[in-house]
């Protein structure tokens, strides 16, 4: 499948430019617009070099508690040897523009756009651009829950080419997901998966469901329905969404509307 991901984040708007905007965070939930990730709102990281984030998601009481996610840049020759700073944290990378190599526990694997990693807590792992070019990609983290009498899921490198469009049912195929990890494994306490919907189709009911989401828009645009409020979302937009956020969306052309989905699953819910 050619895919062409959005990476353009960066710079800065001119000094003429309107201030009026869709950045919105709610109770429910947030917009990140594509225009809000400037030069300016970018992070350094310890322990890497020749890298800047952008933090589009943290955890937050009384709002999504669950994930964090980084749209990376790393500069030829950049990257990191102590990459992840806490053991019990876990992680999924998707590249988007580029390629790099990730260490492995010994194995080297190179990553270019379209890659998926996921890096099981307490792991060992670098991370390094050996190319000419820059490398963008989406770092999810999460705290790992581990459940007694159940083995850690393990690595997995894998890429989009190589896990077909699962359809949604009856939607004559105009509506499915790339799942990378099997969505039966119990193993895996958090998913990433990409949803595409063809121009014209929709998720047609208002999801309210436990599972908090980050969606980063890859392509195309449309119009999303989020709690009370409709939203017209593009290539670049971040979308954050508490537990029982309502949610729906119609693609409305022309082309293809995807994004990059975070869920947390297969865990109980921790009683307070």
């Known amino acids: 499948m050619s895919s062409d991901f959005y990476s353009s984040m960066g710079g800065l708007p001119p000094q003429t430019e309107l201030l009026s905007s869709k950045a919105v965070f709610t109770t429910a939930y947030a917009v990140i617009p594509r225009t809000v990730m400037t030069d300016i709102v970018t992070s350094p990281l310890p322990h890497w070099s020749g890298t800047r984030a952008w933090v589009i998601a943290r955890p937050m009481t009384g709002f999504s508690e669950t994930f964090s996610q980084y749209i990376m840049e790393v500069q030829p020759g950049g990257g990191s040897d102590r990459p992840e700073p806490e053991k019990r944290a876990e992680g999924v990378l998707f590249v988007v523009e580029g390629e790099m190599t990730v260490q492995f526990e010994g194995t080297a694997h190179p990553l270019r756009a379209g890659s998926f990693a996921y890096l099981p807590a307490g792991s060992a792992w670098t991370l390094w651009n050996r190319s000419a070019e820059p490398v963008k990609f989406h770092w999810v983290r999460k705290a790992f829950q581990a459940v007694d009498g159940l083995e850690p899921p393990p690595a997995l490198f894998t890429h989009e080419d190589n896990h077909p469009i699962s359809p949604m049912p009856d939607t004559d195929g105009r509506w499915g997901t790339t799942r990378f990890i099997d969505h039966n494994d119990v193993r895996y306490d958090m998913h990433v998966n990409i949803v595409t919907l063809e121009p014209g189709a929709v998720i047609p009911f208002m999801e309210t469901h436990v599972m908090e989401h980050g969606l980063y828009v890859l392509e ?50 921790p009683l307070f």
């Open 220 to 269: 195309g645009r449309a119009v999303y329905r989020l709690n009370k409020d409709w939203v017209e979302v593009e290539a670049g937009d971040f979308m954050w969404l508490r537990a029982f956020c309502p949610q729906a969306c119609y693609a409305g052309g022309p082309g293809r509307f995807r994004y990059l989905l975070y869920k947390d699953v297969n865990r109980h819910m």
